[in-house]
């Protein structure tokens, strides 16, 4: 589903890491690890389409992500990969449902309210649909980010240290969560962390602090 | 969800911020709309009541002074005038109509206007009810005076000398109202008409008490359709309203009146431009008041836009992430400066009528003039413009930013 050649990449110049072919298939998971500062979140921005790398490719099915023009990879990344951030980053200004309806809208994906509902019962939230943000919970707005990246239906979930501000108990709830929720979709979860609790989980590994 | 919508939320979100941004627009709006207002339909007001008169002669005084009695009906007569100078002038060939008026009473503030028919047909008058006048001491009075004094065919009434409501009874000479106008929205609707010898009639009594000739029966007024009344040397009439036979007239007539008579001529287009360029101080300076404030509507919707933009910095982050492209983030932000001006140029555009109408209402004169609120103006659209344009100043610079957004960048920062 994803490889990435010769791919070069670093947020200095001294420090330039260089993954020569990666490859990872469909419904597999990939689970980056390294200590904070190894370049997990910069690898995790250049496989979502954030982030130019400095020089190789990454390869979506038989697409070259930074093939396309700025606005088609826009696009793609919409409608194609879930993004999890570490911290909530809810729109505060808008409900739940607002949250996940401006989402379809961006992505250029026609209003269905339906869906909206459906993946927030999946998570638990359904009643939460016309809550604002701020009234939520850590734990609830982590779900409804959760939400929001499924809810395009992707095929890809990019997800960075989604359990490092967790206890123990809640971190293997979400990284299950998050398991059951690719698998239910088909889809590819890449996940970014240094926690050692969950590195278990994965079959595909890459350790940054070894390259 | 769209972008408008997206753009609402944020705005609704910081209330008080919105409202003092909304608060500020809708001020300095509200005060270009009474001043367009007020300038557009005082300009009109004047065109409409000076149209058709190029000259205005009478007694010497002040030429602005001249204009707005004779034909604005608003200050106090210069003096009067000799018959038999007026006529003398008349005979001049460049002068095509003269209307001779002869002011100086009042009936409970409307003025008593001495003329004859020509005067009624330069305003293209209508009457609602009854006739025109022809016999001495028969009038014919304005729609707002039949109006408010409660006037029928048939009432009688007296005049009072000068032009404001203090002035004592002619309790001699009794007016009768022998037709009413219909409301023509110009001067006439404020006067009352009638013959020339009808007002010397009423002034006489004072002074030939004694002779009683002037009986029971009617007289037929001696130029009640046009032309000067007949009259003795004494005999004397406030001002003359001229029309020119050819632009030549312009050229040479006030000249001649000036410099060869003892009258003095004045032209209401001149003389109201003058007026105009006097209160356009004024105006030009409430106007750049009004800009002020704008401007500074303008520079606190960027500056809060700026501020909170900072702090959005993430949200937008979040935006591209999820598939916006930049265009989408300068449109939402552009959109959010424009709404507050939009929504504050409305409420600029209500304020503005509401306070031009308690301002008329307010004012006596200014009904009498005829000035309302309750008027659209086409340079209105222009501000409305404005008002977007406002908007998209304060957000350009903004959303500039909001379209830079280094998406990785932001979120590297968590």
Do not use: C
């Not at chain 1, 088609?72 to 570490?86: A, M, T």
């Not at chain 2, 100086?104 to 003329?115: A, E, F, K, L, S």
């Amino acid at each position: 589903m994803i490889r990435i050649e010769n791919l070069d990449f670093g947020y200095s110049d001294q420090k330039i890491l260089n993954i020569p072919e990666l490859e990872v298939g469909e419904s597999q998971h990939l689970m980056i690890l390294g200590k904070s500062g190894s370049g997990k979140t910069t690898l995790l921005h250049i496989i979502g389409g954030l982030l130019n790398p400095r020089s190789g490719k990454v390869v979506f099915g038989d697409l070259d992500l930074y093939g396309l023009n700025a606005n088609k990879l826009d696009r793609f990344r919409g409608q194609n990969i879930g993004l999890i951030f570490q911290k909530s980053h809810l729109i505060s200004a808008l409900t739940v449902e607002g949250n996940l309806s401006l989402t379809q809208y961006l992505s250029g994906i026609p209003k269905d309210r339906a869906r909206i509902k459906e993946v927030l019962s999946d998570l638990g939230l359904a009643e939460k649909l016309n809550s604002k943000v701020r009234r939520l919970s850590q734990g609830e707005q982590q779900r409804v980010t959760i939400a929001r990246a499924l809810l395009n239906r992707p095929k890809v979930i990019l997800a960075d240290e989604p359990t490092a501000s967790l206890d123990d108990d809640n971190a293997s709830k979400v990284i299950k969560l998050l398991k059951n929720q690719a698998n239910k979709y088909n889809a590819t979860l890449v996940i970014a962390t240094h926690d050692q609790r969950v590195k278990d989980e994965f079959d595909v590994q890459l350790d940054l602090n070894q390259l | 969800m769209n972008l408008l919508l997206l753009s609402w939320n944020y705005i609704k979100s910081k209330p008080l911020n919105t409202l003092l941004n909304v608060l500020l627009m809708s001020l300095g709006i509200a005060i270009i709309i009474v001043l367009l207002l007020f300038s557009t339909q005082l300009d009109n007001k004047l065109s409409q009541n000076q149209r058709g008169i190029d000259l205005v002669v009478g007694a010497k005084g002040s030429p602005l002074q001249l204009i707005l009695a004779n034909v604005f009906h608003i200050d106090f007569p210069t003096g009067n005038v000799k018959l038999d100078e007026a006529k003398r002038l008349t005979r001049n060939r460049l002068i095509k109509t003269a209307i001779p008026l002869a002011l100086g009473d009042n009936y409970r503030g409307y003025r008593i206007v001495g003329t004859n028919h020509d005067y009624f047909n330069l305003y293209n008058g209508e009457m609602e009810e009854g006739e025109l006048w022809r016999y001495n001491l028969e009038t014919i009075i304005g729609s707002k005076v039949a109006e408010s004094l409660d006037l029928k065919i048939g009432d009688t009434f007296f005049g009072a000398h000068g032009i404001s409501v203090e002035g004592m009874d002619h309790e001699e000479a009794t007016y009768e109202v022998v037709g009413i106008m219909k409301q023509m929205n110009n001067v006439l609707d404020n006067l009352i008409l009638t013959n020339i010898e009808s007002v010397w009639m009423a002034h006489e009594h004072e002074e030939e008490h004694e002779e009683g000739e002037h009986a029971e029966e009617k007289q037929l007024g001696s130029a009640y359709e046009t032309g000067l009344p007949d009259g003795d040397e004494d005999d004397e009439i406030t001002s003359m309203l001229i029309q020119y036979r050819s632009p030549l007239g312009a050229v040479q007539m006030p000249r001649i009146v000036n410099s060869s008579t003892n009258m003095q001529a004045a032209s209401p287009a001149f003389e109201t431009a003058r007026l105009f360029s006097l209160l356009g101080i004024g105006v030009n300076m409430i106007r750049s008041f009004a800009y002020i404030i704008i401007i500074v509507s303008g520079l606190s919707i960027f500056i809060s836009l700026y501020n909170a933009l900072k702090d959005r910095k993430y949200d937008l982050a979040i935006m591209r992430s999820l598939g916006a492209s930049r265009g989408k983030l300068f449109v939402h932000v552009i959109f959010e400066g424009v709404i507050i001006t939009v929504i504050g140029g409305l409420i600029g555009l209500v304020l503005g009528h509401g306070l031009m109408e308690v301002l008329a209402s307010y004012y006596e004169k200014s009904e009498e003039v005829g000035i309302t609120g309750y008027i659209f103006v086409n340079q209105e659209v222009w501000i409305l413009l404005i008002s977007v344009g406002v908007g998209v100043l304060a957000s350009i610079l903004p959303a500039f930013n909001a379209y830079r957004t280094d998406i990785s960048g932001v979120l590297a920062q968590q």
